[in-house]
């Protein structure tokens, strides 16, 4: 149906920069709301960051004024840049999209692979 595939994760420095990708295909529809997500280790997973079809976002408390959520329809693709990084920030990134399935008529959520992110000094 969709597939979704993260990019860009990696080791950083406290106070550094990462830019994620995630790469739709498939089976897409014109609606939809695409995100990300963590899963720290050892911890539950926990929303980012979402963005609409007409590119509203929205941001978790603990990433807002340091993140950016964005997107390119021309190349089904979501970012998010990460500044000033955190030890806290380190965790499995998973990318998200949300679409009403017209042919089910149903919404169906889609998850990328993961990749991994290290804040260490």
């Known amino acids: 149906q969709v597939q979704l595939v993260e990019s860009g994760g990696g080791l950083v420095q406290p106070g550094g920069s990462l830019r994620l990708s995630c790469a739709a295909s498939?089976?897409?529809?014109?609606?939809?709301?695409m995100g990300w997500y963590r899963q720290p280790p050892g911890k539950q997973r926990e929303w980012v960051a979402t963005?609409?079809?007409?590119?509203?976002?929205n941001y978790a408390n603990s990433v807002k004024g340091r993140f950016t959520i964005s997107r390119d329809d021309s190349k089904n693709t979501v970012y998010l840049e990460m500044n000033g990084l955190k030890a806290e920030d380190t965790a499995v990134y998973y990318c998200n999209r949300n679409q009403r399935d017209g042919a089910i008529g149903q919404f169906i959520d889609y998850w990328g692979q993961g990749t991994q992110v290290t804040v260490s000094s």
């Open positions: 498939g089976r897409l529809f014109i609606l939809d709301t």
């Open positions: 963005i609409t079809n007409n590119n509203f976002a």
